[in-house]
């Protein structure tokens, strides 16, 4: 009886060790061709845009290219400063304040991608005077903070920094 | 299913079949005992395998010519249409051939609904089918993306961001959808093979999904069993096929139709401007077959919530058989089923038409109560109804009211015990 259980023993050990090791090995099998879809190193390399920013008037935008997404730099008027500025935070569905969005309080720079579905928002429309969202009716505010609609958040703040007065590096 | 079993004339029909049964498969096919009261409504499972054949052979010709990469891809649909013989016609049978065959899907499962199909003893049928179905939106949505026009680009960015919503790893995945961080080429290139590849994965369903009808048999529009084969039954060759057939070349029509005469008209303009990620188009539509959806989508003031709607709408078709007890499959016998299925329709409908109008005002108002009734209906009012409904007797055989006369009362079928005893 004791020969027999150690036996019994001895087997379910190997099968175990045979599943895991099958286990183990057609997960790393697996891996490479999900890891395949993930962004490749050309598009990973395309990781800095630097934007020439002297030719933009007050209450002026312009839209460039990075990572395949627009990003809005906004050179904002007194006025739109004074009323991102004012907000009461609890009034917002994402608080945050102006100042923690912005380097220099005349430049907003963010992502122009709404953050419900993806769609790119139209400057100087909507309830707030900031942006809207035409696909699915999201309004947001001159500090591009969503204040009505289906967005979850506001729109992002990419990693940028100021090179000079005139250049901004983005990424 | 004949009683005998097949034996093929011939000596070497008889040497190959002792092999491998093909002749025996062949002779099944033809014998099969078919309800002989099927109506229109039946043919078009036929007219669905006419279609995913179509868009198989189209599709797999156009593939020879069109080029999958950001910068190509929509002039080489230009190309097909001005430069490649037949290209025009070959592109439009396939572009009208998606929309033909959502209009057959969609009649099909309706008649599934009304008749009961998908109750017992047919629940992995109708299972399969919903399978197939959910895989024909994903194929004809990758397909869509393939002209690389704005509705094709802002059609994938809204629907790859759906998956955004999906808390803490949303954002991985969506990035590795698209393999990178936006709809670019690398998310054209993968969508080709994948729109290569998913037909091939229905066409295995759809033959699962004719092998699981042929174990319990057909449905009928009386919705009762019957014994097979019988009076009650006719053999599918040449009854059903000659039937079939003639159901075909009247759908083929109007397919021609549309490909001829209108060819854009299920399309839209915008798809004709060369994918831009800087502009988003005014207003994004897809397909109309995908209206309803988009409709409950928008409905919901909340990003994660639309999401979680949008995919229950659609995955709550799998649990029907078991929200549904009804013993009576057909509604021809369920007088108060009757009313809430054309409720149903319509709601299905309004939301289509919601969904390509504007967000806001009465018509966000129509897509809120639409999609609350549109769960309503499954979750609420059919198993309730299963319960108290008060059916209408059931005739014993599809023969019966023919030749039987009335039938008497105690012998029919009912929910409620004989009165008359």
């Known amino acids: 009886m004791d020969k027999l259980e150690k036996k019994t023993n001895r087997r379910d050990f190997l099968f175990t060790a045979s599943y895991t090791v099958g286990a183990v090995g057609i997960g790393a099998v697996i891996w490479p061709f999900v890891d395949q879809m993930n962004p490749d190193r050309s598009v990973k390399a395309l990781a800095t845009t630097e934007v020439d920013i002297s030719q933009i008037e007050p209450g002026k935008s312009i839209t460039v290219l990075w990572r ?13 400063i004074l009323e991102a500025q004012k907000v009461n935070l609890n009034e917002l569905p994402h608080p945050e304040k102006d100042e923690e969005r912005v380097k220099k309080s005349e430049w907003l720079v963010m992502l122009g991608v709404c953050t419900h579905l993806g769609c790119v928002p139209l400057a100087d429309k909507g309830e707030y005077k900031g942006w809207f969202c035409p696909c699915h009716g999201s309004h947001y505010d001159t500090s591009g903070r969503i204040r009505k609609g289906p967005a979850p958040t506001n729109m992002e703040i990419p990693k940028y920094e100021f090179v000079n007065n005139n250049t901004i590096k983005i990424g | 299913m004949s009683d005998t079993p097949y034996v093929p004339s011939s000596k070497f029909g008889k040497w190959f079949n002792d092999r491998l049964p093909l002749l025996t498969l062949s002779a099944h096919l033809q014998d099969y005992p078919t309800p002989k009261n099927l ?19 189209t599709g797999l010709v156009l593939a020879m010519h069109y080029v999958a990469h950001a910068d190509l891809a929509f002039d080489s649909i230009e190309h097909i249409m001005r430069d490649v ?21 969609y009649i099909h499962i309706f008649r599934a609904l009304f008749y009961g199909s998908y109750k017992s003893p047919r629940e992995v049928i109708w299972i399969i089918g919903m399978l197939i179905y959910i895989l024909m939106m994903a194929t004809a949505f990758m397909g869509y993306v393939l002209p690389w026009g704005q509705m094709s680009f802002w059609g994938a960015t809204v629907i790859t961001n759906l998956f955004s919503a999906i808390p803490f790893v949303g954002e991985g995945i969506t990035t590795w959808l698209w393999g990178g961080y936006s709809v670019d080429n690398p998310t054209l290139t993968r969508f080709f093979s994948l729109h290569y590849l998913f037909p091939f994965i229905i066409l295995g369903l759809v033959i699962l999904h004719i092998w699981a009808l042929h174990v ?8 009762i069993d019957i014994k097979k084969p019988s009076k009650d039954t006719v053999p599918f060759h040449p009854y059903i096929t000659i039937k079939d057939l003639f159901a075909l070349l009247i759908f083929i029509i109007i397919f021609s139709g549309f490909i001829f005469f ?26 109309w077959y995908l209206l309803p959806f988009y409709a409950i989508l928008r409905s919901v003031p909340d990003k994660l919530g639309g999401v979680i709607l949008l995919f229950a709408s659609i995955f709550i078709l799998l649990a ?37 109008m504007p967000a806001e005002g009465l018509y966000l108002l129509i897509a809120r109560v639409g999609t609350a009734y549109y769960f309503l209906h499954f979750l609420v009012i059919l198993p309730f109804l299963s319960r108290v409904e008060k059916t209408d007797p059931l005739p014993l055989s599809i023969s019966e009211p023919v030749f039987g006369g009335m039938p008497k009362p105690a012998m029919m079928k009912s929910d409620k015990k004989n009165k008359n005893e």
């Open chain 1, 68 to 80: 395949g997404k627009p990003v809005f730099i906004k050179r904002r008027t007194e006025s739109e």
């Open chain 2, 39 to 57: 109506n229109y409504w039946w043919t078009f499972g036929g007219i669905l395998t006419f279609c995913l054949v179509t868009q198989i052979v």
């Open chain 2, 85 to 105: 013989n037949y290209g025009w016609l070959l592109r439009y049978i396939h572009s009208n051939g998606a929309s033909m065959f959502f209009l057959a899907v």
């Open chain 2, 216 to 223: 319990p048999g057909n449905n009928n529009p009386i919705g």
């Open chain 2, 262 to 287: 209108s060819p854009n008209v299920m399309g839209h303009p915008d798809n004709y401007i060369q994918a831009n990620p800087l502009i988003t188009p005014t207003h994004i539509v897809p397909e």
């Open chain 2, 320 to 356: 029907l058989p078991w929200l549904d007890k009804s013993k009576v499959r057909s509604a021809v016998f369920r007088p108060i089923y009757r009313i809430f299925f054309w409720v149903l329709i319509i709601d299905v409908l309004a939301l289509g038409y919601v969904g390509a």
